[in-house]
């Protein structure tokens, strides 16, 4: 007798294949899934809608237009003062083609080419080598205030920074004008957001407190108070850059400028006039008002950014978020494995329900809601019970498809606050110092 086949024929299987039971169970499969995105997208995008209009109720920003700052007249700009015009130019390009320069920095031979080569390579790098060997001898431990050494290296510190003179002296006029307003591209999202001008504020910043530091110790009173009260008004004009990333550089600016008011208090070198300048230049800084600010300013730049991803087509949309946000693509939570063209992360951003991302986005605004509600900038204080509850939320709660991306690109959010809370407590101890030395110059006793 003849044996038929061990496996069945390609005819049987796919007669198997196309029988009534199977197609039906294959139609019912389809019905399911096709219900279950249709049932996510709908679930998704109400919740994205209720939180929005939530917002809305309590005054919250919601539109991208909202976070960007104003235009303003040349002539009342900080940022159009000359020095900064090349690099002005270069900011204004489209990020394609600022990409482009050396390293994406924009443009950094035209941008220093008013000044001669030295000063040129230090701006150009930000390193300061001659001037930081001279301020290490100037600050090291050793040297004793008022000493032939200190005062010996704090003229070294000031012949190293005469050749910068025509550019500090430029920007302490400029630092004067009412409103700095450099061109940020916030359209093209927070991977491709460049702020070139923000690490050379700092760098200023740096440079003015040197000065004025060498400055007070030759006795120079008058000079290093110029020069503090510049370093202050520097630093503030990133008072209104609605981001995280530039509030947090005004601190550090700020915290090395209070530096020159602290050293010329303790050295009893201010007059009763120069601290009412100070009082009144430290009146003006509120660092909560402006953590309020960056934290709706990322909020809604993320969200924005987000949404207009999450309405493109399925596969754009994966390939989009790689290319926003390389931490989706990392190895720790993808396999790279290249199945028809695309990675597995890209088949996760396919095959994820759009509704999915909506609820990621609420996800990411409730944990910017919860950190901001913490802070009272009227009262100058924060609530740490509640923060405390909130710090190491995010590391703590088990990563889910509603909560993803809101653990991958909001970690910075939770200890925001408290470096924000410390600038204030900061900013408002230099002022009762300044009341009570005041009240010494008066009354020759505390």
């Known amino acids: ?211 004025a530091s060498a400055n007070l110790e030759l006795g120079r009173n008058e000079d290093a108070f110029a020069d503090g009260m510049t370093g202050l008004r520097v630093a503030e004009t990133l008072k209104e850059e609605s981001l995280l990333i530039p509030q947090l550089v005004r601190l550090k600016m700020l915290s090395i400028s209070e530096s020159v008011i602290w050293e010329g208090l303790a050295k009893e070198k201010w007059t009763d006039a120069q601290i009412v300048q100070i009082q009144d230049q430290l009146d003006r800084i509120e660092v909560l008002e402006n953590y309020v600010l960056a934290n709706n300013g990322e909020r809604v730049f993320l969200s924005c950014s987000l949404e207009n991803i999450f309405k493109l087509s399925a596969r754009e949309r994966a390939k989009s978020l790689l290319a926003q946000y390389p931490i989706y693509s990392n190895e720790e939570y993808s396999v790279r494995i290249c199945i028809l063209g695309m990675t597995s992360a890209e088949w996760v951003g396919f095959l994820m329900p759009k509704g999915v991302y909506y609820q990621n986005l609420v996800s990411i605004n409730r944990l910017f809601d919860e950190t901001e509600a913490t802070v009272n900038p009227k009262t100058h204080r924060i609530d740490v019970p509640p923060l405390q509850r909130y710090k190491g939320v995010l590391s703590k709660t088990p990563t889910t498809p509603y909560n993803f991306l809101a653990k991958f690109l909001t970690p910075a959010t939770e200890n925001a606050a408290p470096r924000f809370a410390f600038g204030q407590t900061s900013v408002d101890l230099a002022r009762v110092a300044c009341a009570l030395e005041r009240y010494r110059l008066t009354h020759r006793r505390y």
Request: charged share 25%; hydrophobic share 45%.
């Open 1 to 211: 007798m003849k044996k038929g086949p061990i496996f069945p024929t390609v005819r049987k299987i796919i007669r198997w294949f196309f029988n009534r039971k199977t197609a039906f169970v294959l139609a019912c499969l389809v019905a399911i899934v096709a219900l279950f995105y249709a049932e996510e997208n709908w679930r998704g995008k109400r919740a994205w809608e209720k939180y929005k209009r939530e917002a809305a109720a309590k005054g919250r920003p919601i539109e991208l237009s909202a976070i960007i700052p104003p235009e303003v007249p040349d002539d009342q700009n900080f940022a159009m003062t000359p020095l900064f015009k090349p690099l002005v130019e270069e900011m204004n390009k489209p990020l394609a083609e600022y990409m482009k320069m050396t390293n994406a920095t924009p443009g950094m031979t035209r941008f220093h080419a008013p000044f001669d080569a030295e000063p040129v390579d230090v701006l150009l790098h930000g390193e300061i080598k001659p001037s930081d060997q001279m301020a290490g001898r100037f600050f090291a431990a050793p040297l004793v205030p008022g000493s032939p050494e200190s005062k010996k290296a704090a003229r070294e510190v000031l012949k190293e920074l005469e050749r910068l003179e025509p550019v500090l002296n430029e920007l302490a006029l400029a630092s004067r004008r009412p409103y700095s307003r450099f061109p940020v591209q916030y359209q093209d999202g927070p991977a491709m957001l460049i702020v070139p001008h923000v690490g050379y504020l700092a760098i200023f910043s740096k440079l003015y407190a040197m000065r």
